[in-house]
């Protein structure tokens, strides 16, 4: 169910690496847990962030989440279309609905995070 080249945290992100820039959203139980996504706030092209520090908020009819970025490093791109059409997320939260691409400072980062198998195992543990 989820993809395999991408790795997930226990805060429901997903991360997939594309050379040294790691694309970060939130996994497909997320979003069905927050409902309806009605607006997204992210940071600024340019900010840096340690790993595991809060990026942005995600709100929805529900609750507002907040959002960690898995790795560390330099945001060099968001997802303008969320600004406009926050649902995308709610559509395709680990293809359209990502949230930003942050060059990473270290692969480590990411090789520490889980592989879909191990967040598969680490939802059903939840239930």
Request: charged share 30%.
């Amino acid at each position: 169910m989820y993809p395999t080249d991408c790795r997930y945290t226990r805060e429901h992100e997903w991360v997939r690496q594309e050379d040294d820039v790691c694309v970060v959203g939130i996994t497909d139980f997320a979003q069905q847990e927050l409902g309806e996504v009605v607006y997204v706030e992210l940071p600024e092209v340019g900010h840096v962030f340690d790993a595991h520090q809060e990026i942005g908020t995600i709100e929805s009819v529900k609750a507002v989440a907040e959002v960690f970025t898995p790795v560390a490093g330099e945001i060099v791109e968001i997802n303008e279309v969320l600004a406009d059409d926050p649902a995308a997320l709610n559509e395709d939260p680990h293809g359209d609905g990502w949230l930003v691409r942050v060059k990473f400072s270290s692969s480590k980062d990411f090789e520490e995070l889980m592989t879909a198998e191990q967040y598969e195992a680490f939802i059903q543990e939840g239930k």
